[in-house]
């Protein structure tokens, strides 16, 4: 009989420790009855642009909001085009689609899961708006290949961070942060994110000042000030707990990345060990970069019934992604059919994120591993 089951993230571990600061943070805010924006929110602005190294931050109610209202400051819409990868989150295409343009599909890297920088720059178009790349499970894009030609071109980057923050990447003595690359850095707080909220939010880095301050007024509809509505914006304020409650967490967040880190190598060592790489393929991390593991997602031969078998042992698995984006139900009208991306939809049938979060323990890991390697050897 096996231990407990192994989850595939476990937030009340981390909440355990960290509870107190919590409710001394949620307590401030209860007592200054102030739940909307406010000192909170642009405090979080001030210490998450620090962290990034960022000059400038914009919160919002979420991930998707922060690609929305980046996409509405380029103004863009019918007729435009936008390029990005067909392997990630609904929402990156979701929201190009959502604004009336057509998502360009760039197949991705089978190496590191992330749109291939060739392919980008083969799809561009006089009508390519922006391109979106993901970095994603926390890994960052090889962004400096494609940079000078968008740069000539006119093309702002739209970096979609949900998966990567505090991940970074060295090129030729430069780093390259996370979000502080493209134009614009988008960031989710989802609660299983990396640094994550206790509901929804996220952000928008900026990198010109009259981007920051358009995008502050899109989200209070478009008013620069109250009741005089300039523009069309949406609702998108984030709300003071949240803001109170991140402001805990970033301050934590630097030794959760290195914990996920150590699990990510206590995996490979036991990977290795086990002499199964005819079967299972570790996740890789690019030369220079800092993989913050947002996801451990290793590609493995006959995946679902692996999954079933780690299942039945105990053992939360998840699939990110199963179906990818060119070929959603609700994205027929970009004119892509099964077969156009290859790569990626290769790995949507082998793709398997095993259970990664900065509490796991060696013993939970090495259950994993083994439960992995009995599937394939019996
Ligand atoms: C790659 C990616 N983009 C965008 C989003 C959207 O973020 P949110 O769920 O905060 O709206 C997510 C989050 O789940 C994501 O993983």
Redesign the pocket.
């Known amino acids: 009989m096996e231990a407990g089951l192994i989850p595939s993230f476990d937030l009340k571990r981390n909440y355990a420790r960290i509870e107190g600061e919590i409710m001394d943070a949620v307590e401030r805010v209860l007592s200054s009855q102030c739940f909307i924006m406010g000192p909170e929110v642009s405090e979080f602005e001030r210490e998450a642009a620090l962290y990034l190294e960022t000059p400038r931050t914009v919160a919002c109610a979420?991930?998707?909001?922060?690609?929305s209202l980046a996409l509405m400051a380029l103004d863009l819409g019918p007729g435009d085009e936008v390029v990005t990868t067909p392997f990630?989150?609904f929402?990156?295409a979701g929201c190009i689609a959502r604004l009336g343009a057509r998502p360009v599909f760039a197949d991705v890297e089978p190496g590191t899961y992330n749109v291939s920088m060739e392919r980008v720059l083969d799809v561009l178009t006089p009508r390519t708006k922006a391109v979106i790349p993901?970095h994603?499970f926390g890994q960052l894009c090889g962004l400096e290949e494609i940079t000078p030609e968008l740069t000539r071109r006119g093309i702002p980057i739209i970096e979609?961070c949900?998966?990567s923050f505090g991940a970074h990447r060295m090129h030729e003595g430069r780093i390259m942060r996370s979000g502080s690359w493209g134009r614009f850095g988008?960031f989710?707080?989802?609660p299983t994110?990396n640094l994550g909220a206790y509901g929804?939010?996220?952000m928008i880095c900026c990198k010109e000042l009259g981007d920051s301050e358009r995008i502050s007024r899109l989200r209070v509809h478009g008013a620069a000030e109250t009741y005089i509505h300039g523009e069309l914006g949406i609702n998108s304020r984030l709300d003071a707990i949240q803001a109170a409650i991140l402001r805990v967490r970033l301050r934590h967040v630097e030794t959760w990345i290195e914990e996920r880190r150590e699990a990510a190598r206590r995996y490979d060592l036991m990977f290795a060990e086990r002499g199964i790489q005819d079967v299972v393929t570790p996740p890789v991390e690019d030369a220079g970069n800092r993989h913050t593991y947002h996801q451990y997602v290793i590609r493995a031969k006959d995946r679902d019934a692996l999954q079933s078998s780690l299942s039945n042992r105990g053992i939360v698995t998840r699939v990110y992604y199963p179906m990818a984006l060119h070929v959603q139900p609700c994205m027929k009208f970009a004119g892509y059919k099964m077969g156009d991306m290859p790569v990626t939809e290769r790995l949507t049938e082998e793709v398997l994120a095993l259970p990664m979060f900065p509490e796991i323990l060696p013993e939970e890991q090495e259950r994993v591993v083994s439960a992995i390697s009995d599937f394939y050897r019996g």
Not at 62 to 67: I, K, N, P, V
């Open positions: 979420s991930g998707t909001d922060a690609l990630s989150f929402a990156t993901v994603l979609d949900a998966q988008c989710s707080f989802f994110k929804d939010a996220g």
